[in-house]
């Protein structure tokens, strides 16, 4: 079965400044995508970055991009030019497409502060 | 805003109740997929439908059901509560298609059992 963790359950950063939230996921499949989700304290979630397993290339998505090392299953999202609304949980996500259904497995989240 | 919508808000009921959860998809999605979000927790999978048939099972209980319905919504339902299923239900549809990736959440229901 696929895992993922997230190592890191509570970080903070100062405001304007870069931080890194760690992922790391277990599979046996070849084929698969990774997501990291923000969950702010209204309870949504919503999608930040996505990054199919194929692509070497890291996705970008403005002040948010990702770090994915395939061979070590690591999959870590940088935000740079951190704000007060970047506050909030954020979970990663890991989807597969063994037997052609979707599977979905989701970390246990990282609580990030931004401090003004 | 998602396009996903879920009813009720909230929920309170009492243990050994039932209790049916309802999501309509973004409008064109044939994938609705349910989770559990237990207080500070990640989100348990629960079960995904596609166009009105189940694909794939997650750490669904006995207790719980869910269908999808011909115009594409879907409802859980929860029988014979306890205390420990007090949590956010999420749903969330995703673009039609066998193979897709993105899937957009509603505002979750807020289950609460006494």
């Known amino acids: 079965a696929q895992t993922v963790t997230q190592s890191q359950p509570e970080m903070s950063v100062q405001e304007a400044e870069t931080v890194t939230l760690s992922c790391t996921y277990d599979t046996s499949e070849s084929d698969y995508y990774l997501f990291w989700y923000k969950q702010p304290p209204s309870r949504q979630m919503i999608l930040v970055i996505r990054?199919?397993?194929?692509?070497?290339q890291n996705a970008t998505e403005n002040r948010f991009s990702v770090n994915f090392q395939k061979a070590a299953k690591s999959f870590s999202l940088k935000i740079s030019d951190s704000q007060l609304g970047d506050a909030a949980m954020y979970f990663c996500?890991?989807?597969?497409?063994?037997?052609?259904?979707?599977?979905?497995?989701f970390g246990t989240g990282t609580k990030l502060q931004v401090i003004p | 805003d998602s396009g996903v919508t879920q009813t009720p808000k909230h929920l309170i009921t009492a243990t050994g109740q039932r209790v049916t959860l309802r999501c309509s998809p973004r409008s064109g999605d044939l994938s609705v997929y349910w989770y559990q979000q237990s207080l500070d927790q990640g989100l348990q999978f629960l079960i995904q439908y596609y166009n009105g048939e189940e694909r794939a099972k997650g750490n669904i209980l006995e207790r719980f059901s869910a269908q999808q319905f011909p115009d594409l919504h879907s409802e859980l339902n929860l029988s014979s509560l306890e205390l420990g299923d007090s949590a956010l239900y999420f749903c969330?549809?995703?673009?039609?298609?066998?193979?897709?990736?993105?899937?957009?959440f509603g505002p979750g229901t807020r289950l609460t059992v006494l």
């Open positions: 996500a890991y989807r597969s497409f063994s037997g052609g259904y979707q599977k979905v497995t």
């Open positions: 969330a549809s995703s673009p039609s298609g066998p193979r897709t990736d993105t899937q957009y």
């Open positions: 990054q199919e397993a194929y692509k070497q």
